[in-house]
């Protein structure tokens, strides 16, 4: 019997959608490996929580017939975490992201290593949503990308819901499924030891010398560990 290929599914972070795995996902499509990549009820849609988020993941999940790669960017972690325990998925894929313990949320938790964080220099809490200064997202997200990719990705971030970045996950998915986290040794936005000190509770660990945005800087990187994993 042909074994059947793993689908990828690509969860994006704060402010983002899915709108920014395009890159890697022509890529996947090139190499006719099966991919979605799915937009979180958080982003623009306050006052939606994690575990909307988590509910949203788990009904994609549910749709697919077979094995799936589940791939969490940044705050995508901490969904991944809550939704990846279901049993279709094989692989969890941390990409300089939350692996978020039992009671544990973006905003509170007990990794270490996030002293020296400055991104929330760029924040605006404005009554149930958190806003990323599009001016500042070059610097904290995109400062390996071209001038005009950046410019463009920027545009195109919108309202978090402070709930989301709050919420604490109903499952600890890492516990019971193998893991990679991918640490992103330019990341301006992740601190390397806090991505290091999330890292350790994953199975394996990879470095990419990327910013905080490898599926727009480097996609032919998060690609080659996504066949890698899924194969």
Known sequence: MTKRAATVVLVPGAWHGAWCWDLVTRRLDATHVPNIAIDNPSVARA???LADDGDNLRRTLDAIDGPVVLVGHSYGGSVVTDAGAHPNVVHLVYLTSFPLDAGESVSENAL???EEMKLP???????DVVRFAPERATEFFYHDC???A?????????PMSLAAMTGTP?????REKPSTYVVCTEDRALPIALQQSAASRCGAVVEMPTSHS??????????????????
């Open 47 to 49: 006052p939606a929580s």
């Open 112 to 114: 270490v290593g996030g």
């Open 121 to 127: 220099e760029a924040l605006t809490f404005d009554g």
């Open 146 to 148: 071209a001038p005009e």
């Open 150 to 158: 950046a410019a463009a990705a920027a545009a195109q971030l919108r």
């Open 170 to 174: 109903r499952a600890v998915a890492w």
């Open 214 to 231: 490898p599926f727009a800087s480097q996609p032919d990187l998060v690609v080659d560990l996504l066949l890698a994993v899924s194969a």
